[in-house]
């Protein structure tokens, strides 16, 4: 899987939390739009928690003005924390990635 950080050009937009009647859901999720306008979910974990998924795309974030601002993409796990720390992230969000590629952050 392809790592690197995120320019603006290729990056996601924060599209807002997932919108659920239950709370805990709607901050346990929150939605990217892609280049190509299509939305997609991610899961939000603190920096520590953050799962060692194998096939999952994970995305360093730190929120500014209520917005979060992606600071870093690659592979969950272990990479994924440190990057966080290093880039001073709060959260790290998980796609788990489909069997197609899909968008800019899909491993090459």
Same mark, same amino acid.
Request: charged letters at 25%; one cysteine or more.
């Given at each position: 899987m392809m790592t690197h950080d995120i320019t603006y050009g290729d990056s996601l937009t924060d599209d807002g939390p997932l919108r659920a009647a239950d709370t805990l859901l709607a901050r346990r999720f929150r939605l990217w739009r892609g280049p190509?306008?299509?939305r997609q979910?991610? *899961?939000?974990?603190p920096v520590e928690d !953050?799962?060692?998924y194998p096939d999952a795309v994970a995305m360093a974030v730190r929120s500014e003005n209520?917005?979060?601002?992606p600071l870093? *993409?690659?592979?969950a796990g272990?990479? !994924?924390?440190?990057?966080a720390r290093v880039m001073g992230a709060q959260e790290i969000h998980l796609r788990i990635l489909?069997?197609?590629e899909s968008g800019s952050l899909a491993p090459s």
């Open positions: 190509d306008g299509r979910v991610y *899961s939000v974990y !953050a799962p060692d209520g917005r979060c601002v870093w *993409s690659g592979p272990a990479k !994924a924390r440190l990057m489909p069997e197609t």
